[in-house]
């Protein structure tokens, strides 16, 4: 199974578990074609209760085991057009749900043989999200807002929205999903209708929406092509990040926000510190498209022609010059009874680690 083949590869420990630690300190792995990879443009994660891993990508649906990618054909039930996944949620039943640009929505279950079906709905979908109901919403891309409620009846189209055009879909706590738009601020429907975020919008209407993200402390975060905003209460304030256009948000187990964006890497934010990881630091390139985090809590970064990133962190630490120890290279290595580390270079002195700082 799944999770047993985690095992070898220290997935269980959380990419965001210790805000303490640099982002620079976690483990980058990168899966491309090479590695079985069907794309390397990724636009999508997501894992079932069973522990698989599927990756949508421009060239078709895979799954992961923790070893290896496996395809996983839909070109059958797609009738030979092109097997472009551009969304991926699993639904309250466990099933997998791919959004295709073809158009059409798959159904997948299963585990040794995958069984894949096609649900009626006549556009390209671009976005979903299942509410807390078991609803499945559908975002696309100048044909607006749908719901299903269910496998038997034809999707339904949500009347009065802002904009054909629905450029980010989350799950709303209080029920029903947040819908984000190009340059039309956000709304959000209940389950029974349409309302509109005020006074944000007025903030955000000539910005272009990319992500919408409810934390559990009840802020709401939004990813923009102009940069990243949070809604508290009455006010809505622009984060200062240095990226302009925030693509996908996520908050960890442990209460931290990444965020990834499309030329600027990955972004952590732990309360008021910010850190960014980038290709200096591993990542293969700075356009990315998706964060996830799994059950085993490492992160999942999709990129925009780099292939899958795995983040996470292993037994051991790494401590580098990012961290404050001289650029030159380490010769001895004390522990003294206190349980600082001294460490000796060749030509950058003597360092002291004690704890997370370094001296």
């Known amino acids: ?6 095992a070898g590869l220290s997935w269980s420990a959380a990419a965001g578990a210790d805000c303490s630690r640099n982002i620079t300190q976690y483990r980058v792995t990168t899966w491309q074609t090479d590695d079985g990879l069907p794309l390397d443009t990724v636009h999508a994660t997501a894992q079932t209760p069973d522990g698989f891993l599927w990756v949508g990508t421009e060239s078709g649906l895979a799954r992961f085991d923790g070893q290896r990618f496996v395809p996983v ?21 466990g099933r997998l749900l791919a959004g295709t640009s073809s158009p059409g929505l798959i159904g997948i279950t299963g585990t040794a043989a995958p069984e894949v079906t096609l649900l009626p709905t006549p556009f390209a979908i671009e976005y979903l999200a299942v509410s807390g109901n078991g ?4 975002g696309t891309r100048g044909q607006g807002l749908w719901r299903r409620t269910g496998d038997a009846g034809a999707p339904e189209l949500i009347e009065d929205t802002a904009a054909d055009m629905i450029t980010a879909l989350a799950p709303r706590r209080a029920g029903g999903v947040w819908i984000g738009y190009p340059g039309a601020g956000l709304q959000w429907h209940d389950g029974t209708g349409l309302h509109r975020v005020e006074p944000s919008v007025h903030a955000l209407e000539n910005t272009y929406v990319e992500a919408v993200l409810e934390t559990r402390d009840g802020s709401l975060w939004v990813g923009t092509r102009e940069g ?4 508290r209460g009455e006010h809505i304030e622009h984060i200062e990040t240095g990226s302009s256009y925030v693509s996908s948000l996520l908050e960890d187990d442990n209460g931290a926000i990444w965020a990834a964006t499309a030329g600027d890497g990955l972004l952590r934010l732990c309360g ?8 200096g630091e591993g990542l293969p390139l700075d356009a990315l498209w998706h964060v996830h985090q ?3 809590g490492s992160l999942w970064i999709s990129t925009g022609g780099g292939g899958l990133v795995h983040l996470s962190i292993g037994a051991a630490r790494p401590v580098t010059f990012r961290d404050g120890l001289p650029r030159q290279p380490v010769l001895p290595v004390m522990e003294a009874r206190d349980g600082s580390v001294w460490v ?5 002195g003597i360092a002291r680690l004690q704890g997370e700082r370094v001296e």
């Open 1 to 6: 199974m799944f999770l047993a083949c985690l």
């Open 344 to 348: 000796g270079t060749f030509g950058g």
């Open 272 to 279: 008021d510190t910010l850190t960014r990881l980038t290709t």
């Open 294 to 296: 799994d059950a085993e």
């Open 73 to 93: 054909g839909i070109a059958a039930v797609l009738e030979e057009a092109p097997e472009y996944i551009q969304a991926l949620v699993v639904d309250g039943h």
């Open 135 to 138: 609803d499945v919403w559908m």
């Open 228 to 231: 990243l905003f949070r809604h």
